[in-house]
């Protein structure tokens, strides 16, 4: 067996890779090593489930792993993953499991665990977990009998506690905005209508009606010509695109044009930042974020913090500094005032909401970030790692850096699961961007 957990918890083909039987050695693993209770009382665990028609399978495997572990379940059916996240912690459970694999296509599934107060797990976490399932760690497998077997029961009342929760963020009523959210078929279906209806938003949905087969089919925040044409032929104000499980958000505005997580990062951040609710004028992003969008926050007086690729290593980094909002390009954004993980109905109501307070268009608001030309290239080597090591590609990245100055940035970045070197350029121009960036893929795959 290969490395267990990817940069968002257990994930690979349902039934192939990621089988029932490795669903429930997962959630007995899981509920071993986080629920560390005195042994007087059942450790507790919510669980829930995107649409997808594997996810009634796998959840079957999850529940009847924790009950075997002597754990009490929760099953909260279908929700988003920060449903999930947020019933953990205000249900007072050990741990939560959801079931998702998130934006990937329906055949794949995956498993994403959270800790008591909904929080994601650290890599020593994963890591115990792990040794348990493989069996190195040299505890044995106990199993309770009788009455300590679990017990499993619905959560009543899950899905309005948590669209409750999220409605309370709303800092303005959306009234007069014209919406069109696309659901992606996932778990935002149940959800994200009633939210933005509920805060005052005139609503058009698409992607509402998951069957189990077409959750992310052609449709959703990694398929946006949908929303693009139903923007425009209702004369939308704003289109709102979620992913399977509901955990990101990207957004289009009424002309058709794309708004990535960058710059729905900066308009919350400058939101927050102008009210004095942005904790220490700080906030996280990752080495992926354009180079424009340091460029706004700098230009507002907001410091930027960078981070590894994942929407973990922003938590991380907001849970440690004690900041108040991070996020990714690909549209997680993380408000740990009110979130413990990337929820994209609390995204896209911020967003929503900053229009409506200011009376602005999506596009003018967006428009306070000027993204460089970027071009990314996937270099297949040999050996990753000699490439990082490498004296001639350290060299090449010291001339292009110079020669770009403070107008451009390089990034080379292995992959974490194949022989890949992700070279990524950005300059003032596109045609820059794109020869410096074949120069440097040459440099790589001379050495790799």
């Known amino acids: 067996m290969g490395r267990l957990f990817g940069t968002d918890g257990v994930r690979g083909r349902a039934n192939a890779g990621l089988t029932p039987e490795l669903a429930l050695s997962v959630a007995r693993a899981a509920a071993g090593v986080l629920a560390d209770r005195d042994g007087t009382s059942r450790p507790v665990a919510v669980v829930g489930r995107d649409p997808r028609a594997s996810g009634e399978m796998l959840e079957a495997a999850v529940v009847a792993g924790l009950a075997s572990a002597g754990a009490e379940v929760l099953r909260v059916g279908v929700v988003p993953t920060p449903a999930v996240a947020f019933l953990t912690g205000q249900t007072g459970a050990d741990l ?8 990937n296509p329906m055949p794949d599934n995956g498993i994403k665990l959270f800790s ?29 009998t009788g009455g300590g077997v679990g017990r499993v029961r619905d959560l009543s009342g899950a899905v309005e506690d948590y ?5 309370s963020a709303l800092r303005e009523p959306l009234e007069g905005l014209r919406v069109v959210v696309d659901c992606a078929h996932g778990s935002a279906s149940r959800c994200a209508p009633e939210v933005y209806r509920r805060a005052g938003a005139q609503v058009h949905v698409i992607g509402g009606e998951p069957d189990g087969w077409n959750i992310n089919d052609g449709i959703g925040s990694t398929h946006l010509g949908p929303l693009i044409a139903e923007v425009a032929s209702r004369g939308a104000d704003i289109g709102i695109a979620h992913d399977g499980d509901a955990d990101r958000c990207l957004a289009v ?9 960058d710059a729905i990062l900066a308009i919350c951040a400058l939101a927050l930042h102008e009210s004095g609710n942005l904790t220490d004028d700080t906030v996280v992003a990752t080495v992926m974020s354009n180079l424009g969008f340091h460029h706004t926050m700098r230009a507002a007086g907001i410091k930027v913090h960078t981070t590894a690729v994942g929407d973990r290593y922003v938590l991380e980094a907001l849970r440690s500094r004690g900041l108040s909002l991070g996020g990714e390009q690909s549209g997680h954004l993380v408000f740990l005032d009110w979130a413990t993980t990337g929820d994209g109905l609390l995204t896209g109501l911020a967003l ?28 297949p080597v040999t050996d990753r790692l000699a490439v990082v090591e490498s004296d001639d590609v350290a060299r090449a990245v010291n001339d292009v ?14 992959s974490g699961t194949e022989q890949l070197v992700r070279v990524m350029v950005e300059a003032p121009t596109q045609e820059q961007a794109d ?4 120069r440097l893929a040459e440099v790589v795959a001379a050495t790799g």
Do not use: C, F, W, Y
């Open 163 to 167: 669209t409750d929760h999220v409605l």
């Open 401 to 414: 850096e110079a020669e770009l100055g403070e107008s451009g940035r390089v990034l080379l970045r292995p």
């Open 96 to 103: 939560g499991v959801m079931i998702s694999a998130s934006h």
């Open 116 to 144: 008591r107060g909904g929080h994601k797990l650290p890599d020593a976490v994963e890591a115990a977990i792990e040794r348990q399932v493989t069996g190195r760690d040299g505890s044995g497998d106990h199993r309770p």
């Open 253 to 261: 505005t009424a002309a058709g044009d794309v708004v990535d997580g």
């Open 352 to 379: 929503l909401s900053r229009m409506s307070a200011t009376g602005a268009s999506l596009a003018e608001l967006a428009s306070v970030v000027r993204r460089l030309p970027q071009t990314l290239v996937n270099v």
């Open 435 to 438: 020869a410096v960036a074949a």
